[in-house]
């Protein structure tokens, strides 16, 4: 039941969030024993079909314009396909830095507007 919860928080915070249910996902993870690597893998496997559902959902309800998003897109995709390259090169312990890291930047960017 437990894990229902954090998912269901999961998937509300990835749709209202834009993807960040990441910053939920992967701590839990990592608390339920996965390497900082499994747990941010699979994190992005679990966000992959929220994001999907949630864009689907904002499209239909005519809260996003696909032709404002398109511009994005390539280079999303190139971004994607250099961080997994990247991602194999990086220790646990760096990765783990990484993430924290911009934790706090995303938080205190948020706050200070």
Same mark, same amino acid.
């Given at each position: 039941? %437990? ?7 999961? =998937? *509300?915070?990835? +749709?209202?969030?834009?993807? =960040?249910? !990441?910053? *939920? ?7 339920? !024993? ?9 994190? *992005? ?5 929220? +994001?999907? /559902? +949630? +864009? =689907?959902?904002?499209?239909?309800? !005519? ?9 994005? *897109?390539?280079? @999303? ?5 250099? !961080? ?15 993430? @924290? =890291? %911009?934790?706090?930047?995303? @938080?205190?960017? /948020?706050?200070?507007?």
């Amino acid at each position: 039941m %437990f894990i229902w919860a954090l998912a269901v928080i999961t =998937g *509300i915070i990835n +749709s209202l969030l834009g993807a =960040g249910g !990441g910053m *939920i996902t992967v701590p839990l993870l990592k608390k339920a !024993g996965f390497s900082q690597k499994q747990a941010q893998a699979n994190a *992005i496997a679990i966000i992959l079909p929220l +994001s999907i /559902l +949630s +864009s =689907g959902v904002y499209l239909w309800r !005519g809260n996003v314009n696909i032709f404002d998003a398109l511009p994005y *897109i390539p280079g @999303g995709i190139l971004g994607a396909f250099l !961080g997994t390259k990247i991602f194999k090169k990086i220790s646990n312990k760096w990765l783990k830095r990484i993430f @924290g =890291g %911009f934790m706090l930047w995303a @938080g205190l960017r /948020l706050l200070m507007k």
